[in-house]
């Protein structure tokens, strides 16, 4: 048996959870079906809305301190700030979502950790 892979190190690098190889994305934000190179199943897991809470706590604690900095330093008017600083804050949101996503795929598949149904429960 070979030892698990790290989840964190192979959810930052976007691979699958089970051989660390195959893409764990088929698109920027979307899951793929499947491992293309150990063919695990990806279609039970999900990472659901966590990693865009987790988003919204960095880019908030971080991002904004720094949009209101260059407004109050700089003396910048709105208009420069909204067109400067929107963008960024896309960009970051998107690129550490796909981090996330990853990161948060690949701790729910190490921890075998599932959404349960109510039809799970009532029984
Ligand atoms: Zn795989």
């Known amino acids: 048996m070979t030892a698990p892979l790290p989840p964190i190190a192979t959810g930052l690098r976007g ?4 051989c660390g190889e195959g893409a764990l994305f088929q698109a920027f934000l979307t899951y793929a079906p499947r491992c293309e190179a150990c063919h695990a199943d990806f279609s039970l897991e999900d990472a659901g809305d966590g990693p ?7 880019v908030g604690i971080f991002i904004i301190p720094m949009a209101l900095g260059f407004s109050m330093i700089l003396d910048a008017p709105m208009w ?7 963008p960024i804050i896309v960009l970051v949101s998107l690129w550490l979502l796909r981090l996330l996503r990853g990161v948060m795929f690949n701790l729910q598949w190490k921890h075998d950790a599932l959404e349960v149904k109510s039809k799970d429960i009532r029984k």
Do not use: D, Q
């Open 15 to 18: 691979r699958c959870p089970s």
């Open 52 to 58: 865009a809470v987790f988003v919204i706590f960095i």
């Open 80 to 86: 420069l700030t909204l067109i400067v600083w929107i």
